[in-house]
């Protein structure tokens, strides 16, 4: 990790954070003085810029990823159930009681504290960074669960305590960043890695654009994907265009899975717009590998990560069969982020498979099924606590993990991408499919053909569809907390794509659930909130 970065984390715990998420906090209670030195300026702004380290890390990845058609819960014989955290994300039966869906908090608490920077006398390099991730938290509050309060008691006729509509809140997050990217630095490496920059600002706004007509829906069950018309495609491709044409940016030349591997911020990776830090020791919180490894991976000597490792997985998550068949062209770099079938040990430097077959705790090959075959068809989810349980399902291991991190308990030291180049270059051309007006001599096709031809893939002779293009945003941000919002956009949420999961009696793929319900700890400090329809 960077060390201003550590820097910044190490600072930022000595300030004082928000305790919760009660909005009911009068203005009068914040800084009208700002800390005038250096130190308390970036240990303020730290407490910011990194409010939503453990959850992306661990809860916000859950829930994004088992809602989706990525991934899937099981459990072993009870082990792992914890309350049906996992199996009600899978089968869409969220309780506003969920483990994996209490993370809210960080968003009202973060957002509140950069309201201290921004309603203070401090220079405008600080107020526009702060923001900036003001606009992020509240672009996730409102993609996750639809209305959303407005934390800024400078937008007339609302009450900062009342969630507002998704729509107004959609057209405020758009205003905002356009006031404040002249004012956002351009340098997205250095002293400025993990941090708001211009281009995290416009990555964002590109996001809010191409999700538009699902925002501005008059409620969350009436957007339709088939019928639904997107007045901010234009616009779209202006701010990838931007993006694009800064030059900051680009594919690469390193091998995909070297993007994601540990310690992947000392590669300066040229396709990382905006990312989140993460050290096993320093700035703890990621722990991918915690859910996504097989169970009993540390009995394995070595372990298919290439070495042996301290601390068992949790193996809690599996990738859908359906899922997994996305990874399927020939020669795509992406296929090495999956193991199934007859696992072999990956080398920990290259990242690639040698030709040792990963042994389990019985000296057996391990094989790892495609298919998953539940011990009863209930919402428990259980494929049993033995070896066939085990192994039901592929495995990602995109965030590689080292031993290093599993003495660490699990904390890994991979930086999460939340923006990349591939993602602008996506979009640009789901735009133009949708119906926007090219660029610049490119087309849908040549901008698709970029991502396939980085990752050594197939390149395709024509203009993609909008069913490629979701099937390509699939295998390319596998693990990186967009395929909920994918799928809702493209109109595959309701799908019930896992077939395990029709006929549940839980299973519930109503429109409502396409926001989740606000948590029970969110409700109890904010009275005036009013649960989501469905709920």
Known sequence: MNTNIKLLFATGILTLAVGCTDLDVPVASQYTTYPSSEIAIQAKLANIY???KDCFGRRYMEAQALSSDEETAVAYNGGWLDAYAYAHPS????????????????LGTGTVTANEVINSDADVKYVAPA??????????MMDSWGDAPIIDNTVKGIDIRDRQPRADVARYIEKELLAIIPDLPTDVNGDNYGKPSKYMAEALLAKLYINW?????????????????????DDCIKICD??????????????????????????????FIYVMPYDTYTATGMQYGRAHSYKDVKSMNPSYYGMNL?????????????????????????????????VHVYDPTTLLPTSKVALDQTGKPLVLTKSITLIKQDETLDVGDNLTGWRQGYRPIKFFVTNDDFKNGRNQSNDLPIFRYADILLEKAEAITRGGTATNGETAQSLFNQIRSYVKAPTID???TLQEIYEERGREFFDENWRRNDMIRFGHFEDEYFPHYKGFPGANFDKTRRIFPIHKQDLDVNPRWKQNPGY
């Open 50 to 52: 990194f409010k939503m």
């Open 91 to 106: 089968l869409h039966d969220y309780t506003y009681e969920d483990a994996t869906l209490d993370w809210m908090n960080n």
């Open 131 to 140: 923001r900036a991730m003001r606009a992020f938290f509240e672009f996730i």
């Open 213 to 233: 007509p699902v925002y501005t829906a008059a409620s969350v069950d009436q957007y339709d994907a088939a019928t639904a018309k997107n007045e901010k495609l």
């Open 242 to 271: 931007d993006i694009i044409k800064s030059g900051k940016f680009n594919l690469g030349s390193m091998a995909y899975r070297f993007k994601f591997g540990p310690n992947n911020s000392s590669l300066k990776v040229e396709d």
């Open 310 to 342: 301290s601390n068992s997985g949790g193996g809690y998550m599996t990738v859908t069969p359906e899922f997994a068949s996305l990874f399927n062209l020939p020669g795509d770099e992406r296929n090495n982020c999956i193991i199934g079938d007859t």
């Open 462 to 464: 024509h203009n993609p």
